[in-house]
């Protein structure tokens, strides 16, 4: 049976603002469906360890969701507690930088100015690498969920000079800013929820070589593909779900070049195949296939094949 703790009356606070911090317990396959219900309720990402997920909210409703929603996708236990603001400064300091494929280094913005060698990320930086920088706020993607990784890496190989790239559902914008700064010429990152937005729109702030390069939308992508008119993007990644990505692959596939890429995680395991037959339907050939940790990421070309 699920257990949600209730966490009592609102408090009080003085100076300090209060964030909300949910605690989900749980088996693997139960963690797996929790984590992917919580990322349409904070976009931002969240902390997954080996026996649980751990996120904060900015209130009290959003976080009474956010427990409603992993308990009915079976999560064993879900707590929720008020969290002054002070406490987040020492929960942030479990965050290091996040080496990813070849290139990509995944920093927060408090470690920004401290070289990946002091801080035991790399041997030393190598020419040529690409530091993603992101403020966490009180949700941290931080590169190293297994979705977001395996987009990253195959954005590293994808990306050429001057690709227009489209990253739907953007979340956090961390696939946004990577795609700019491994040397895309526009970005549009799209997003249906205002805090998404903001949040996206706040991170390209902090990455210099990504403020002209990546547009914010948040918008409907259905109402995107139709103000673009026509196949403009030559690589499109969608981190979502794997009922979001069937529904919206016809959508996307209007703004694909011939020969392009789409890019298609956050599908679990066992949804494998009703997405394969959607990605047929649609008349998309997979390339390339990954599956760690229960999750599944697909790169497909449009008019290629395995």
Sequence with gaps: MTNLTSPGPDPAPEDDRVWWEITVRGGPASLDLSGEALRDIVPAGFIETADGITAYLPDRETAEKAAAAVTAAGAVSAQLRPVAEAEWGVWRRAFRPVAVGERLRIVPVWDAAVPAVSAGLVAHDAPGDVTV??????????????????????????????????????????LAIAAALLGAGRVVAVDIDP????????????????REKVSVCCRDIAELAEAEGGPVFDIIVANLTSDVVI?????????????GRMVLSGISVEREGDVMLALDAAGLAPVDLARERGWLTVCCERGGGL
């Excluded at 403020?135 to 990784?149: C, Q, S």
């Design 195 to 210: 805090v998404a937005c903001r949040s996206a729109t706040a991170n390209i702030a902090l990455n210099p070589g990504a």
């Design 247 to 259: 529904a919206l692959l016809p959508t996307l596939l209007q703004s694909l070049v011939a020969g």
């Design 133 to 174: 920088v992101i403020e966490p706020g009180l949700a941290f993607g931080t590169g190293d969920h297994p979705t977001t990784a395996a987009c990253l890496q195959l954005l590293e190989r994808l990306v050429r000079e001057g690709a227009e790239v489209l990253d739907a559902g953007t979340g956090s914008g961390i």
